[in-house]
């Protein structure tokens, strides 16, 4: 039952990042070919953007280093739904498939998948692009221009604020657990 919610929820999160990115960047273009389409009047847009390294742009450049960073979550991740007993656990279960569908939509670009070359700037007309595609855009004037992302880096925040939530609220053993527990450490009298 594990690997049937966590194959599942890792497959809709990765296809609802790469469709809704393929969507954004069919329809609007490349970053800087279209100023966006206003979502909410004021506060959120479409608008692509390319981003080649980790949150908020930080790490530029450092691609293939982000590249084994994921690999290895990926691996990590894999080896905690297959070897750990978390069968019982669902919020653990959706943390981690919600950060591995997030590394995957966004691996998926930084392998240079998507097939985008650079329209500019003009030293880098047509090279491949290994860079996340980013559309959305949350921006309140004078206040906040938050970075452009993606659902996978939403799938990733979701993840990680599950794993925070769990870390100050692990799940409670039921009592039928922690009586089997005692039963099976208590000695025998023979």
Sequence with gaps: MTWTVFTTLVTVTTAADLITKAIAFKNLGMPGTSPGWPVIPNMLWYRTSLN??????LGQGMGW??????????????????????????????????????????????LGIPGLHWHAPLGRQGESVYAVRDWIHFRLEGIIDWPIFNL??????????????????PPAHTSDSISTKTHSQEPTNA
Excluded: C, H, P
């Excluded at 982000?66 to 007993?85: M, Q």
């Excluded at 996978?152 to 609220?169: C, I, R, T």
């Design 52 to 57: 080649e390294g980790a949150l908020f742009g």
């Design 65 to 110: 280093f982000f590249i084994t960073v994921s690999v290895a979550a990926l691996i990590g991740i894999v080896f905690t739904v297959s070897w750990l007993r978390i069968q019982n656990d669902t919020v653990l279960i959706v943390a981690l498939a919600s950060i591995t569908g997030g590394i995957l939509g966004n691996l998926y670009d930084r």
């Design 152 to 169: 996978a880096d939403s799938f990733l925040v979701l993840g990680a604020g599950l794993l925070l939530f769990l870390s100050f609220f």
